[in-house]
């Protein structure tokens, strides 16, 4: 099984570009989710998606855009990348997302921006 | 922000010790989840706890739930270096929000 696959596993951006990150998931989940990692601060969530056609802010929203673009598919857009986005990228997807449901993380997306 | 304390930040242990690690928060939680994140890869979840005094045991990882749902901790026995990683709490958002919450995670290294 898959799972939670994301793309692409590494890129470096220079300051000003653009890029999107890609995920899909297999498991038919609902909610969809992306999440940052950076030392010392812990994952930290961006955007999330309750369902097909909806998102919501997370904690850290700024300089991000996403799209839910089908139940399978949610993709995360640095529309001018900037240093501080230099980081690790998580996404994810639960059943449902506002219970004890498990959330399946991808093996990460490592951007830099110089 | 209901934040979740984990402590220690970071802990190396030799192969065959015990050890304690724990999560804090101010606030009561309906539930809490542990997951294990090892380099390279995304967390994955290995237990969640949802009644207060709950114990959950795992081969020799033993998590346990206060009574009053505001911290947890996660023991390990006879640790091996098969468990090193980082170990992080979370909780669902609430208020309407999907999403975890997590802890900074506790760095675990055993060493042989």
């Known amino acids: 099984n898959a799972g939670v696959t994301q793309t692409p596993k590494f890129q470096v951006l220079k300051t000003g570009q653009s890029m999107t990150l890609q995920c899909a998931q297999d498991?038919?989940?609902?909610?969809m989710y992306w999440y940052r990692q950076d030392p010392g601060m812990g994952l930290r969530l961006i955007y999330y998606?309750?369902?097909?056609?909806?998102?919501d802010k997370g904690e850290v929203p700024n300089g991000y855009n996403v799209s839910r673009l089908n139940k399978r598919e949610f993709s995360l857009r640095l529309e001018s990348a900037a240093p501080s986005q230099t980081s690790v990228y998580f996404c994810?997807?639960?059943?449902?997302?506002?219970?004890?449901?498990?959330?399946?993380f991808g093996e990460g997306s490592w951007l830099t921006v110089v | 922000t209901q934040l979740l304390e984990q402590s220690p930040q970071f802990l190396s242990i030799q192969e065959g010790e015990n050890l304690t690690v724990y999560c804090n928060s101010s606030?009561?939680?309906?539930?809490l989840q542990w997951y294990r994140q090892e380099p390279g890869e995304g967390p994955v979840l290995l237990v969640t706890?949802?009644?207060?005094?709950e114990v959950k045991k795992l081969k020799r990882l033993t998590f346990q739930f206060g009574d009053a749902r505001k911290d947890s901790s996660l023991h390990i026995t006879a640790a091996q270096p098969g468990d090193t990683g980082l170990y992080l709490c979370?909780?669902?958002?609430?208020?309407?929000?999907?999403?975890?919450?997590f802890g900074k995670g506790t760095h675990l290294i055993i060493q042989p």
């Open positions: 998606s309750a369902s097909e056609g909806t998102t």
């Open positions: 979370a909780r669902y958002s609430g208020g309407g929000a999907d999403g975890l919450t």
């Open positions: 498991m038919n989940h609902n909610s």
């Open positions: 606030s009561v939680f309906s539930s």
């Open positions: 994810a997807s639960s059943e449902q997302g506002n219970s004890g449901n498990t959330i399946y």
């Open positions: 706890v949802v009644t207060g005094g």
